[in-house]
């Protein structure tokens, strides 16, 4: 029998291309799921890997969604549900794991991404993996956590109502979760570093016309209190040294978002853990580009994150169009 080895060598070689996706994207949230919708529509072969189950990212944890154009007042949850929907009703693939870390072997070639349960390949990747809640790093505050410490005003609110609580920040998050809070809590301390907020100047306006509402400014939270469950929150003057510890059953922390780059360190350039990437979303590194709340940029919205998904997919088809 003779064999033709150069026909059999592009057989295998065609059977290997075949598990080399065009596209894998690294993220579930708003950037990573209208990248996947894009990418469906563009045709690519798409992988979306995503860490938990649930897609959505952060915007599952907000209560109401006041500015995604024609969507006025949704749910954060269902926003964020009519996003998968519309990825899957396009076909998306989804696969749940964690990466690791990426292996990127030049220009051209393909990127091996490194799960812990699987490794994957493809010509291109979008790093859409968001940001996390940033800790204040005080004593109590993982002892407690679930205890009556929390990140989420939308997500526990429900189990302080009529109690005291206290929302640590002074940004546009610390502002709605505090303006939510007073909806159902007696009382709501906001505590803040500085003698000023950050947030938006409409969400001061309402904080500040809210009866139920104290702010505390320029001082910082030095320790959560309670055994089992919270009972009080120690807090310093920055100003004057002054302490005080406030009575109260709930303490929200609202101090920033830490973005979830981790794996990529090394891999492409970076500014205080933000991916930096422009508008058209590429990275340093050819082939690889970042989406969304990961990626260094002056707003993070959903709608921003939305539209870098775009962005990045149409950057991802002129790169494969290249190669």
Request: charged share 25%; glycine share 10%; with cysteine.
């Amino acid at each position: 029998m003779i064999f033709n080895i150069g026909k059999i060598r592009r057989e295998k070689r065609k059977v290997f291309e075949m598990n080399i996706y065009d596209l894998i994207i690294i993220g579930s949230g708003p950037a990573g799921l209208a990248a996947a919708i894009y990418a469906q529509r563009a045709k690519l072969n798409t992988l979306v890997i995503e860490k938990a189950m649930v897609s959505g990212g952060q915007v599952l944890n907000t209560y109401e969604v006041d500015n995604y154009p024609g969507l006025p007042g949704i749910g954060g949850y269902d926003l964020g549900m009519k996003f998968r929907e519309h990825a899957d009703k396009l076909g998306a693939v989804f696969a749940e794991d964690e990466v690791v870390r990426i292996e990127d072997e030049g220009e051209g070639r393909a990127k091996r991404v490194i799960g812990q349960d699987k490794t994957y390949e493809a010509r291109a990747l979008i790093l859409a993996t968001g940001a996390h809640h940033r800790l204040l790093g005080v004593p109590g505050e993982q002892e407690l956590s679930g205890a009556g410490v929390s990140y989420c005003a939308t997500c526990d609110g429900a189990f302080f109502r009529n109690k005291v609580t206290a929302v640590v920040g002074g940004g546009d998050v610390a502002v709605e979760d505090a303006i939510f809070l007073a909806r159902m809590c007696s009382k709501v301390y906001v505590i803040h570093r500085r003698d000023q907020l950050r947030a938006a100047r409409s969400l001061q306006e309402k904080l500040f016309s809210l009866d139920n509402v104290e702010m505390i400014w320029d001082s910082v939270a030095e320790e959560i209190c309670g055994e089992e469950q919270v009972n009080g929150l120690k807090i310093a003057n920055v100003k004057t040294g002054e302490k005080k510890t406030l009575s109260l059953q709930g303490v929200f922390i609202a101090v920033g978002i830490t973005p979830e780059s981790q794996a990529f360190e090394g891999l492409v350039d970076m500014e205080q853990g933000y991916i930096k990437a422009g508008e058209d979303c590429a990275t340093s590194v050819p082939g690889i580009f970042a989406a969304g709340d990961v990626r260094k940029k002056n707003l993070r919205q959903i709608i921003t994150a939305a539209a870098d998904g775009a962005n990045a997919v149409t950057s991802v088809e002129h790169y494969l169009m290249k190669h």
